[in-house]
């Protein structure tokens, strides 16, 4: 498959430099242009910082690099291993401010990513190991105001750079265990990438780049709560390679932007025209979230229409019953109810997958842990009920 690029913005740290702005960098001090891939795949295939550990470097390029603020821009805060194998990263950014980042050994319920097992026949692996699906954050918080969801209740507090988003995965290969790879990048955590646009198209061309991370770009999953001009853009940029996926989470206007304010911007109609647009990639299909609320939007005729409105999409939906957000009275249907919804979409032909977490566990999602800190300082008022922004 050829690599498509898109245009970038310049970048913003040393971190996030690719390969041929290494080599501008590099010719610019009088070292010749090779030396820009060697400089790349030292911190983002081999996970060296340091320059000093070079070792192929000459050592006035070492010591001048070392002028370069190439470290870690993250420090792991909390490592909270779960008994079912999932792990939290509450990574702690150098301004103090607090992000996380989940791994999840692929096959366990709570695994979000687009490509499921039995899709990875085609997938050569030299070693028996474990993979991985990783979740990370773009910004600080989420200006998106969806009423049940952490982030959306703390806020934006900033958005990620390139080298903060593409850090995390580089942190989850170090801090994962030897008989694991990171091989599935889900964009789930806090943040809605695509209001960090230039920022996640650095990060995407950064972690798929086959001198770095080398990720494929099917195994990128990158979640939207529909940010319309934003989705056509990273079709065009991307060729449809990166997996999209959309939280819809309801099937009228009404009750989506109740739910989630953005819809009275991007109503589900224009929503649907986009997905309609995006340039899926024979045989992939688009992901369509839906978090189950009790009296929300569970009710049986809405899977009715969510098929009806789904229909002519390649897509399939994952489930997610909804995680209990401290303060909030809302909550998931019990679990006949989740099944009972799955099973109508499915008697209408839709693929309808459950995603269960356990909420007692870590493993309950993106979007919970940072809260913790976050709870202390916010007051949350959830009686004001409707729209949440
Ligand atoms: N901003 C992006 C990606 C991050 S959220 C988006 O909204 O798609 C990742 C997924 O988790 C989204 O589908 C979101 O709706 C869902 N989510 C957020 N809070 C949740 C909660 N409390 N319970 C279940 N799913 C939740
Ligand atoms: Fe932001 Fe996504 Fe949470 Fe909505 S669900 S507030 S878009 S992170």
Same mark, same amino acid.
């Given at each position: ?20 702005e290494?080599?501008?960098?590099l ?8 030396r820009?891939?060697?400089?790349? =795949? ?19 390029? =070492?010591?001048?690099l070392?002028?370069?603020d190439? &470290?870690?821009?993250?420090?792991? &805060? ?11 990263? $509450? ?20 695994? $979000?990513?687009? +490509?499921?097992?039995?899709?990875d ?14 979740c990370i954050s ?10 049940f ?6 806020g934006l ?23 694991? #790879? ?9 943040g ?13 061309v ?5 001198e770095?991370?080398? $990720?494929?770009? #099917? ?5 939207t ?15 449809g ?7 819809l ?19 589900i109609? /224009?929503l ?16 369509? /979230?839906?978090t189950?609320? &009790? ?5 049986? #005729?809405?899977a ?10 390649? +897509? ?24 009972a919804?799955? /099973? ?7 693929? &309808? ?22 709870? #202390? ?13």
């Amino acid at each position: 498959m050829v690599a498509i690029r898109p245009t970038l913005a310049a970048p913003k740290t040393a971190l996030e430099r690719l390969p041929e702005e290494w080599a501008d960098v590099l010719v610019s001090w009088g070292e010749p242009k090779f030396r820009g891939i060697q400089v790349f =795949r030292w911190i983002h295939q081999r996970g060296v910082f340091d320059p000093a550990q070079m070792t192929d470097l000459p050592k006035s390029l =070492r010591e001048r690099l070392a002028k370069e603020d190439l &470290a870690l821009p993250m420090e792991v &805060a909390l490592f909270h291993r779960s008994s079912d194998g999932t792990r939290k990263m $509450l990574l702690r950014l150098t301004d103090g401010k607090e992000v996380e980042s989940v791994l999840i050994p692929q096959g366990h319920v709570g695994d $979000l990513a687009a +490509v499921p097992d039995d899709e990875d026949a085609d997938v050569e692996e030299p070693r028996a190991r474990t993979p991985i699906s990783q979740c990370i954050s773009t910004q600080v918080g989420c200006a998106m105001g969806c009423v049940f969801c952490a982030s959306g209740v703390a806020g934006l507090k900033r958005h990620m750079n390139a080298g903060e988003i593409v850090s995390q995965v580089l942190l989850g290969r170090a801090r994962s265990d030897e008989h694991e #790879r990171v091989r599935n990048v889900v964009f789930m955590g806090m943040g809605e990438p695509l209001h960090n646009y230039d920022a996640v198209a650095r990060a995407l061309v950064l972690l798929t780049h086959p001198e770095g991370l080398a $990720l494929s770009t #099917r195994r990128v999953t990158l979640s939207t709560s529909g940010l319309v001009p934003q989705i056509d853009r990273l079709g065009q940029d991307f060729g449809g390679q990166v997996q999209l996926a959309v939280s819809l989470h309801a099937v009228d206007n009404e009750k989506r932007s109740a739910l989630m304010p953005i819809n009275r911007k991007h109503p589900i109609e /224009e929503l649907m025209e986009a997905l309609r647009r995006y340039p899926l990639p024979k045989r992939r299909r688009i992901t369509i /979230e839906y978090t189950l609320i &009790a009296g929300k939007n569970d009710e049986l #005729r809405d899977a009715d229409t969510l098929s009806k409105l789904l229909r002519g999409i390649p +897509v399939k939906v994952n489930l997610i019953p909804m995680n209990p957000v401290d303060g909030s009275p809302l909550a998931a249907p019990d679990y006949s109810g989740v099944d009972a919804f799955q /099973e109508r979409l499915r008697s209408h032909g839709v693929a &309808a997958f459950v995603r269960r977490t356990r909420g007692d566990d870590i493993a309950a999602a993106c979007g919970q842990l940072a809260l913790h800190g976050e709870k #202390r300082r916010l007051r949350v008022d959830y009686s004001a009920g409707g729209g949440g922004s």
